[in-house]
């Protein structure tokens, strides 16, 4: 018999899930696809700092959305609802296949690491039936960077089908924990320019000094 300690058994209920649906239409192009400086995708990027600590990974898609991934994707019900809808897409996964929670992250931030994400699973380890979500100064807590009970798909399918889909605006009014994570951490990518920015200050960090 394998004998797994409390915090092992934990971790082996958690869902990742990476949100990649939406239009990307700032971006122009799926910004899941982007190139990393390291030759990943994005996708994959944000896959690996999920992977300590998830039993399995999803990509939280749009309905009709290819993506050229080998994880398994869980497709939104309605096209273009935002990512209401695609949470309450993979708590109904979580609850199907058994998980206590889903660790919800949005696809556009290069800069984050799975040392990251860390502060953040304890806080949902201490108190597992709460929400924990990411914030970078204290004040407003980041929705697409939080872990969400199994026990929350009423509430979020509710906030996918309802006249206001904001899951920000949710979260504000729904009482939860929140972390503080480095705030480069949890700085998204949405435009071809921030995108250049962030390749152009790893180029710079990475260069040599000779080289400078
Ligand atoms: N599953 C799912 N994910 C979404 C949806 N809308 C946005 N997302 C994801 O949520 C994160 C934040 O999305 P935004 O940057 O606000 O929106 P976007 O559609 O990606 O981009 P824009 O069209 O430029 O606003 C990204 O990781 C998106 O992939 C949605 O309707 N369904």
């Known amino acids: 018999m394998t004998i797994h300690s409390s ?28 190139p990393m400086p390291t030759g990943t995708t994005l996708l994959e990027h944000v896959a690996a700092c999920l992977n300590p600590y998830c039993r399995s990974i999803v990509v939280s898609v749009a309905p009709s959305q290819q993506l050229t991934t080998s994880l398994p994707t869980v497709p939104d019900t309605d096209a273009s609802q935002g990512p209401a809808s695609g949470i309450a897409s993979v708590l109904q996964l979580a609850n199907q ?19 990251d994400l860390a502060p953040l699973i304890a806080a949902w380890e201490a108190d597992p039936d709460r929400i924990a979500a990411a914030t970078a100064d204290g004040q407003f807590s ?45 700085q998204d990518v949405d435009t071809p320019e921030q995108w250049n920015a962030y390749h152009d200050r790893e180029v710079r960090k990475n260069a040599r000094p000779s080289d400078r």
């Open 7 to 34: 915090q092992t058994t934990q971790r082996l209920s958690l869902l990742g899930a990476i949100l990649a649906g939406g239009r990307s239409s700032r971006m122009g192009s799926s910004k899941a696809m982007l």
């Open 97 to 115: 296949q058994g998980f206590a929670a889903a660790m919800i992250v949005s696809v556009d931030l290069p800069a984050l690491t799975s040392t």
């Open 142 to 186: 980041e929705p697409l960077v939080a872990i969400y009970p199994a026990t929350y798909l009423e509430q979020l399918t509710a906030v996918a089908c309802g006249t206001d889909r904001s899951i920000m605006r949710w979260l504000r009014r729904t009482p939860h924990q929140t972390i503080t994570i480095r705030r480069e951490a949890i």
